[in-house]
């Protein structure tokens, strides 16, 4: 099993800033993509920022130019610097993460979600 777990959301004022983060832990041999996405209520899931292994970044075109992901290899760790906060960002952000586990002597793909943290911008 891959765990992750979340941190960072709350309430800011329109214009402010929060920094989220996400760290996988278990049985990980090895993590390809990792992401953030945001689900506000009434509405689907969306993907916000993504991060490949080697850095490579994708963006929602509402957070571009707003947002910031990166990540630490070695902590297995995904961060989303989050500025210039518009209500329309208030969401449940979720962390994702796939890549590969250890099941005994194999190897099996994994894809985990974290629980979700609030985000919430109002004045």
């Known amino acids: 099993q891959v765990q992750l777990m979340e941190s960072g959301g709350g309430l800011v004022q329109p214009g402010g800033s929060l920094k989220l983060s996400c760290a996988a832990s278990g049985s990980i041999v090895s993590i390809n993509d990792m992401g953030w996405y945001r689900q506000a209520p009434e509405k689907q899931r969306e993907l916000v920022a993504l991060i490949t292994t080697d850095g490579s970044t994708n963006y929602a075109d509402s957070v571009k130019g707003r947002f910031t992901i990166s990540r630490d290899n070695a902590k297995n760790t995904v961060l989303l610097q989050m500025n210039s906060l518009k209500p329309e960002d208030t969401a449940v952000y979720y962390c994702?993460?796939?890549?590969?586990?250890?099941?005994?002597?194999?190897?099996?793909?994994?894809?985990?979600w974290g629980q979700g943290t609030q985000v919430t911008v109002s004045s």
């Open positions: 994702n993460a796939n890549g590969q586990r250890s099941v005994g002597w194999y190897k099996t793909p994994f894809d985990s």
